[in-house]
């Protein structure tokens, strides 16, 4: 008697989604930190004014291929069009999984020529097969290239009224201003991480992961507006560890510094601690820490502490730790803009150095070290000032209150009585001129500045009186000048002036008088007491410049 064999069924494990497809929004109300483009949208299809194409621009992973996506069911839904596509009918299904014949999506990036643009535009002639549009999605269309643009802009310009396009793309100044102007352009925003940490929290409580909030922060912090990225790192998180995601762990995944030894490294570097300093970076390098993302968390720290310097009620936002709260508020209150300013200055020109090197580790501590000998330097207002009111000037020492020293100085001194402007007559008004100086200075006035640079540069001076200029001109002087200062000062001054031309040397021209005087203020500011002093302080500092106040 034959025997019965019951086949067992094995039943196999649901595949896993990432969180990324798994919770992309489905209608608007779903999208994340866009209420412009929703309302937007949202009011054309309530007043059934719907453009013919749409532009979608913003970084990755901020929605626009979904947002594409979610315009097409909405417009072809059978409730519709709506703002609220059903997600259950016919049209719908087959827009999510990706089968419906009216809804072609093409990737710009791989199809870039103008015969796939052709074989689309054969199509847009057609009627829609089962929908209410025939919708084109063309996702990074600025890959396109100029013939394939051309080729679009016909069907843009006049397309049948079954035809919509949604265009997205992250280079919006690549598209030709031509197809932009025949698209009703959202730029969509980069997702606040207020936002997405509440989002990213919402997802955790539906997969049943517990997360610390503040690991939970980090992630949105470091997805830097894409929601996309954000649910990737949230998705590397929950895998590295099976029960809970903690902060710790999340700041392993990301080679992030954590943030009190980040405040303990500035600290150092503001106080000139060398060795507490080197001693802090060796032990982050030794934990696994990325010299690169070090210097990243100083610039960050850096421009906080410069924000809450200014702006004292950045450090009373709520969402932000404790520690940063607090102690961030204190440091601000001990450092001043410039200091501030300083160091954001040499961080950042300092990244490009630690990027580029093939020893990151040593090139960031080259950089410390840097920042910790400017620390130990007054400021040249500090310097000035203090040798003014006749104090002595100290170096470095504790927490500094200004800036760090530059390798040179600059000086500031009253401008010579040779380039003062004695005469400004009022508009409308008959000039009166008492000297050479007062007439040269009429011509700025009456902004003929190209004549009076000329003046300055070419004519020499030897004898002035009232309605009569005698001149010499220098070699290679404009032939009409004569003639010109001739004609403008009889027209300004109401009086006939006559300039005659003269063999005497007379006086030096305007311009040399000028170099003159700044090689006599030049000579006499290097050999001045003050400078000499400021120049000790400062070791291998130098006089670079000497500036005039007006």
Same mark, same amino acid.
């Given at each position: 008697?034959?025997k019965?064999?019951?086949?067992?069924a094995?039943e196999?494990?649901?595949?896993?989604?990432?969180?990324?497809?798994?919770?992309?929004?489905?209608?608007?109300?779903?999208l994340?930190?866009?209420?412009?483009?929703?309302?937007?949208?949202?009011?054309? %299809?309530?007043?059934?004014? =719907? !453009? @013919?194409?749409?532009?979608l621009?913003?970084?990755?992973?901020v929605?626009k291929?979904?947002?594409?996506?979610?315009?097409?069911?909405a417009?072809?839904?059978?409730?519709?069009?709506?703002?609220t596509?059903? *997600?259950?009918?016919?049209?719908?299904?087959?827009?999510?999984?990706?089968?419906?014949?009216?809804v072609?999506?093409?990737?710009a990036?791989?199809?870039?020529?103008v015969?796939?643009?052709?074989? +689309?535009?054969d199509?847009?002639?057609?009627?829609?097969v089962?929908g209410?549009?025939?919708?084109? =999605? =063309?996702?990074?269309v @600025?890959?396109?290239?100029?013939? &394939?643009?051309n080729?679009?802009?016909?069907?843009?310009?006049?397309?049948? !009224?079954?035809?919509?396009?949604?265009?997205?793309?992250?280079?919006?100044?690549?598209v030709?201003?031509?197809?932009?102007?025949?698209?009703?352009?959202?730029?969509?925003?980069?997702?606040?991480a207020?936002?997405?940490?509440?989002?990213? *929290?919402?997802?955790?409580?539906?997969?049943?992961?517990?997360?610390?909030?503040?690991?939970? !922060?980090? %992630?949105?912090?470091?997805?830097?507006?894409?929601?996309r990225? *954000? +649910?990737?790192?949230?998705?590397?998180?929950?895998?590295?560890e099976q029960g809970k995601?903690?902060e !710790?762990?999340?700041?392993?995944?990301?080679?992030?510094?954590? #943030?009190?030894?980040?405040f303990?490294?500035?600290?150092?570097?503001?106080?000139?601690d060398? %060795?507490?300093? +080197?001693?802090?970076?060796?032990?982050?390098?030794?934990?696994?820490?990325?010299?690169?993302?070090?210097?990243?968390d100083?610039?960050?720290l850096?421009h906080?502490?410069?924000?809450?310097?200014?702006?004292p009620?950045?450090a009373r936002?709520r969402a +932000?730790?404790e520690a940063?709260?607090? #102690?961030?508020?204190?440091?601000?209150?001990?450092l001043?803009v410039?200091?501030?300013?300083?160091?954001w200055?040499?961080?950042?020109?300092?990244?490009s150095e630690? /990027?580029?090197?093939?020893?990151?580790?040593?090139?960031?501590?080259?950089?410390?070290?840097?920042?910790?000998?400017?620390?130990?330097?007054?400021?040249p207002?500090?310097?000035?000032?203090?040798?003014?009111?006749?104090?002595?000037?100290?170096?470095?020492?504790?927490?500094p209150?200004?800036? *760090?020293?530059?390798?040179?100085?600059t000086?500031?001194?009253?401008?010579s009585?040779?380039?003062?402007? &004695?005469?400004?007559?009022?508009?409308?008004?008959?000039?009166?001129?008492? /000297?050479? @100086?007062?007439?040269?200075?009429?011509?700025? @006035?009456?902004?003929e500045g190209?004549?009076?640079?000329s003046i300055?540069?070419?004519?020499?001076?030897?004898?002035f009186?009232?309605?009569h200029?005698?001149?010499?001109?220098?070699?290679?002087?404009?032939?009409?000048?004569?003639?010109q200062?001739s004609?403008?000062?009889?027209?300004?001054?109401g009086?006939p002036?006559?300039?005659?031309?003269?063999?005497?040397?007379?006086?030096?021209?305007?311009?040399?008088?000028?170099?003159?005087?700044k090689?006599?203020?030049?000579?006499?500011?290097?050999?001045?007491?003050?400078?000499?002093?400021?120049?000790?302080?400062f070791?291998?500092?130098?006089?670079?410049?000497?500036k005039?106040?007006?």
């Amino acid at each position: 008697m034959a025997k019965k064999t019951a086949d067992t069924a094995v039943e196999k494990p649901a595949e896993y989604r990432v969180l990324a497809r798994k919770y992309r929004p489905r209608d608007f109300s779903q999208l994340k930190g866009q209420d412009a483009l929703v309302r937007t949208l949202t009011n054309a %299809i309530e007043s059934g004014r =719907i !453009a @013919h194409a749409f532009m979608l621009t913003g970084v990755r992973g901020v929605g626009k291929t979904t947002t594409a996506r979610i315009i097409a069911r909405a417009l072809n839904c059978e409730k519709g069009p709506t703002i609220t596509p059903c *997600g259950t009918c016919d049209q719908c299904k087959a827009i999510s999984e990706d089968r419906h014949v009216d809804v072609l999506e093409m990737d710009a990036a791989s199809h870039t020529g103008v015969d796939n643009i052709r074989d +689309l535009i054969d199509t847009v002639q057609y009627a829609p097969v089962s929908g209410r549009y025939k919708i084109f =999605i =063309i996702d990074e269309v @600025h890959m396109l290239s100029k013939g &394939a643009f051309n080729a679009l802009l016909k069907t843009l310009e006049e397309p049948p !009224a079954h035809a919509k396009f949604v265009f997205a793309t992250t280079e919006i100044r690549k598209v030709p201003v031509t197809v932009l102007s025949r698209c009703q352009r959202f730029d969509l925003k980069r997702i606040d991480a207020g936002v997405l940490e509440e989002y990213f *929290g919402e997802l955790l409580k539906k997969e049943n992961v517990e997360a610390e909030q503040q690991a939970v !922060a980090l %992630i949105a912090r470091a997805a830097d507006g894409s929601a996309r990225d *954000g +649910l990737s790192l949230l998705d590397q998180a929950i895998s590295r560890e099976q029960g809970k995601v903690t902060e !710790a762990q999340v700041r392993e995944m990301l080679g992030l510094v954590d #943030r009190s030894a980040g405040f303990d490294l500035f600290e150092g570097l503001m106080k000139g601690d060398t %060795i507490g300093t +080197l001693n802090i970076v060796d032990t982050l390098y030794k934990s696994g820490a990325d010299p690169m993302q070090v210097l990243q968390d100083l610039l960050d720290l850096t421009h906080f502490l410069t924000k809450t310097k200014v702006a004292p009620d950045t450090a009373r936002d709520r969402a +932000l730790p404790e520690a940063e709260r607090v #102690r961030g508020a204190e440091l601000a209150k001990k450092l001043s803009v410039p200091v501030l300013t300083r160091t954001w200055q040499m961080l950042l020109k300092g990244a490009s150095e630690v /990027n580029q090197s093939s020893q990151p580790r040593h090139a960031l501590e080259m950089l410390l070290i840097r920042l910790l000998y400017v620390a130990e330097q007054p400021t040249p207002g500090d310097v000035l000032k203090q040798l003014k009111d006749g104090t002595t000037v100290s170096a470095g020492g504790g927490m500094p209150s200004g800036g *760090g020293a530059p390798r040179g100085t600059t000086v500031m001194r009253s401008a010579s009585p040779v380039t003062a402007v &004695a005469y400004q007559p009022q508009e409308n008004a008959v000039a009166q001129v008492n /000297n050479f @100086h007062e007439a040269v200075a009429l011509f700025g @006035h009456k902004k003929e500045g190209m004549l009076e640079a000329s003046i300055t540069a070419y004519v020499h001076l030897v004898k002035f009186e009232q309605g009569h200029l005698a001149i010499r001109l220098k070699e290679n002087a404009p032939q009409n000048l004569v003639g010109q200062m001739s004609d403008r000062l009889s027209l300004w001054t109401g009086r006939p002036w006559i300039v005659s031309l003269s063999r005497e040397q007379g006086e030096p021209t305007l311009g040399e008088m000028k170099r003159a005087e700044k090689a006599n203020i030049d000579a006499e500011v290097r050999a001045s007491v003050m400078v000499a002093e400021a120049l000790n302080v400062f070791n291998g500092a130098k006089v670079i410049d000497i500036k005039f106040k007006k």
